[in-house]
C-alpha cells in the first residue's frame, strides 16, 4: 500500500539561504549556564512562517512546506538567523529628558544625591504627568521602533513615573493602545510603585496603601497590567513596603518583578526569592546568600549593563557567580530618562561581555529565550520551535560570536516580529529619522 503524505503546506514568508540558524533548540524555558550545543545551531537552514507562527526551522531543502505564488522570500545570503530578541525591562513611556543630570554626574554627582536634592525620578514624573496620551503614545511609538531597529521583537513596558492611580492608569492605557498596534509584542508592567512622590512624602504608609490596595487591583480588574514591579532601595522602598506590595500582587495572582539590589546590599534578591518573583532585576550588589535564594527559587537575573555603565557606577553586577550559582541570566536595556538612553539591545550584550565577563552564549541566550521567561512568554518568543510566533532576525554577521565583539554596530538586516516583516513606516523616517535615511 503506497504511503500516505500529507500534504505541505504553502508558506507565508521562507527566510532561504541562512548560514547559521540559531534556533536556542526551540525551548520553551529559561537556560542555566548555556553552552554552544544550547543555542541549536543549524548549519545553511532555512525557516518558513504561516499564518504568524514558525512552520519550520531546520536544514535546508526541507519538503515539510511549500513555496507559492504569493509566498515571500528573503535572501539571508549565507548570513546568522537568531530569534528576535527580547527587551525585558524598559521604562519607555516618559515625557522630557535629563541630560543635565547626565552631566552632573560626569562632574562626579550621584545618582542618589541628585535625586536627594529633587531630581530624578520625580522630575520625569512631573513632565509626564503634565504630558498628554497622545504626546507619550507618541514617545512610546517612537522608542519601540527604535527597538525593533535595534532587533527586538518583544519589550516589556513598565508605568512607574505617574505615581497616582489616575496618571498611572494613564500610562498603561498609553501602552496598551501602541501596543494593538505594532507587531513588537509588548509586556506592560505596573511601577507605581518607583518612589513616593513628594506629595505623599510624610504619610509613606498611605502611598504603599494606595500602590497595594487601589492600584494593584485597579490595573488588574481592567487588565492594564500583567506584571507588578517594585524599586526596593535606599531613596525608594523598604523591604518590609516592597513585601506589602508584592504580596498585594500575588494574591490576585499577577507575576511579579523587582528592582533589587541596584545602589546597595538590600536584600532585594531574598525579597524576590521569598515572594515567588519572575525576575530580580539589576543585582548588581546581590549576595551569595541572595544568589542562592535566587537560583533555590528559580528567579531570573535580569541584568542592566547600561544603567550601570550610565550611572558611573564601579561595580557591574557579578554575572559569572550568578551563572554558577544557577541563576538564569536575562539583559536588558533599563530604557529610561534616567540611567540608560539606550535602546540597542546588542550594545547591552556586548557590555555582558565586556563588563561582566559573559560569554557569547550566554549573551545571546540572555537576549533571546532567557528575555522571554522573564516576561512570561518563553512558550512564544525568544527560540525559533515549531508553533512559536515568528519573531526573528537576519543579522549580517557570519557567526554569532560577533554580537558582542563587533560592539556598538548595527547588525540587523531584516526584523520578523510577530510573522510580519517590520519595515520603516513613513510617519517615522519622516517624523523621526530623517537624517538617518
Ligand atoms: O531602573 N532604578 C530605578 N529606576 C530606573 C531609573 C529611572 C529614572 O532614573 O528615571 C532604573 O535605573
Ligand atoms: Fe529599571
Do not use: W
Not at 52 to 79: C, H, N, Q
Not at 274 to 280: D, I, N, P
Not at 300 to 315: D, F, V, Y
Not at 358 to 378: D, F, H, K, Q, Y
Amino acid at each position: 500500500m503506497a504511503e500516505q503524505r500529507q500534504e505541505a503546506v504553502t508558506a507565508d514568508l521562507v527566510i532561504r539561504n541562512i548560514g547559521e540558524l540559531v534556533t536556542m533548540r526551540g525551548v520553551d524555558h529559561p537556560v542555566v549556564a548555556p553552552v554552544e550545543k544550547d543555542l541549536g545551531i543549524i548549519r545553511r537552514g532555512e525557516v518558513a512562517v504561516k499564518d504568524r507562527k514558525i512552520l519550520y526551522a531546520g536544514p535546508r531543502d526541507s519538503d515539510t512546506f511549500t513555496v507559492g505564488p504569493k509566498t515571500m522570500i528573503i535572501d539571508a545570503e549565507g548570513k546568522v538567523v537568531t530569534p528576535g530578541f527580547v527587551d525585558s525591562h524598559t521604562h519607555a513611556v516618559f515625557a522630557g529628558t535629563r541630560e543635565d543630570e547626565f552631566m552632573m554626574r560626569l562632574q562626579g554627582r550621584s545618582y542618589e544625591e541628585i535625586q536627594a536634592a529633587g531630581g530624578g525620578i520625580v522630575r520625569t514624573v512631573r513632565a509626564t504627568r503634565m504630558a498628554s496620551e497622545e504626546k507619550l503614545q507618541d514617545v512610546l511609538r517612537r522608542n519601540i521602533f527604535k527597538f525593533s531597529r535595534y532587533g527586538s521583537t518583544t519589550a516589556e513596558i513598565k508605568s512607574g513615573y505617574g505615581l497616582n492611580t489616575e496618571e498611572e492608569i494613564k500610562l498603561l492605557r498609553v501602552i496598551k493602545e501602541v501596543a494593538l498596534e505594532t507587531d513588537i509584542l509588548i509586556v506592560p508592567t505596573l511601577l507605581g510603585a518607583h518612589v513616593v512622590p513628594p506629595e505623599f512624602a510624610s504619610r509613606r504608609r498611605k502611598y504603599v496603601d494606595l500602590v497595594a490596595k487601589d492600584m494593584i487591583p485597579m490595573m488588574h480588574e481592567n487588565h492594564l497590567a500583567v506584571f507588578v514591579d517594585v524599586f526596593v532601595d535606599a531613596g525608594a522602598f523598604t523591604l518590609e513596603e516592597g513585601r506589602e506590595i508584592l504580596r498585594a500582587a500575588q494574591e490576585l495572582d499577577m507575576p511579579r518583578k523587582l528592582h533589587a539590589d541596584q545602589l546597595g546590599e538590600g536584600q532585594g534578591a531574598e525579597l524576590a526569592a521569598e515572594m515567588g518573583c519572575v525576575s530580580a532585576d539589576h543585582c548588581e550588589y546581590t549576595t551569595e546568600h541572595g544568589m542562592k535564594a535566587m537560583a533555590k527559587a528559580g528567579v531570573i537575573a535580569t541584568l542592566l549593563p547600561g544603567s550601570t555603565l550610565c550611572m558611573g557606577q564601579k561595580r557591574f553586577a557579578n554575572a559569572r557567580a550568578l551563572i554558577d550559582h544557577g541563576v538564569p541570566v536575562a539583559l536588558a536595556t533599563d530604557y529610561n530618562p534616567g540611567t540608560c538612553m539606550c535602546p540597542n539591545l546588542m550594545l547591552i550584550m556586548a557590555l555582558g561581555s565586556l563588563h561582566m565577563q559573559m560569554t557569547p552564549e550566554e549573551v545571546l541566550t540572555a537576549a533571546t529565550i532567557n528575555g522571554a521567561a522573564a516576561v512570561g512568554r518563553a512558550g512564544e518568543t525568544g527560540s525559533l520551535g515549531v508553533g512559536r510566533d515568528a519573531d526573528l532576525l537576519v543579522l549580517d554577521i557570519d557567526d554569532y560570536r560577533e554580537l558582542p565583539y563587533r560592539f556598538g554596530e548595527n547588525f540587523v538586516r531584516y526584523v520578523v516580529a510577530g510573522g510580519g516583516v517590520i519595515k520603516a513606516p513613513k510617519v517615522f523616517k519622516k517624523k523621526y529619522f530623517k537624517d538617518e535615511e
